[in-house]
């Protein structure tokens, strides 16, 4: 069973900069496939960006040349830097990897697994 904790969120001012971890344990798959979600307050959960294991990376269009979305396969910590950063990219910020149905699909990748979210909040 995996285990996903994330960490590093907070409250920045417009336009900061913050980098999320996700620390993965129990995982033992090489065909991997992580990404980060965010859900804001009255809005769905939308995908923000994946990593595969063939180093194929996907973004959503809104965070594209923000934010860049990282590995480090030794440590099994996956990472979110997150520059330029908007109030409308305040949300609970989730880490998920594939995992068993109910499965999220985005970007090729059926989620499954899930950490239990950090929170970011950018002001004006």
Excluded at 21 to 46: D, H, I, L, T
Excluded at 94 to 110: E, F, K, L, M, N
């Amino acid at each position: 069973q995996v285990e996903l904790v994330e960490s590093g969120g907070g409250s920045v001012q417009n336009g900061g900069s913050l980098r999320l971890s996700c620390v993965a344990s129990g995982y033992s798959s090489n065909y991997y496939c992580m990404g980060w979600f965010r859900q804001a307050p009255g809005k769905g959960r939308e995908g923000v960006a994946r990593l595969r294991y063939d180093g194929d990376i996907s973004y959503a269009d809104s965070v594209k040349g923000r934010f860049t979305v990282s590995l480090d396969y030794a440590k099994k910590t996956l990472y979110l830097e997150m520059n330029s950063l908007s109030p409308e990219d305040s949300a609970m910020y989730y880490c998920a990897s594939v995992g068993p149905p109910p499965r999220d699909t985005w970007a090729g990748c059926g989620f499954g697994s899930w950490g239990q979210g950090t929170q970011v909040t950018v002001s004006e």
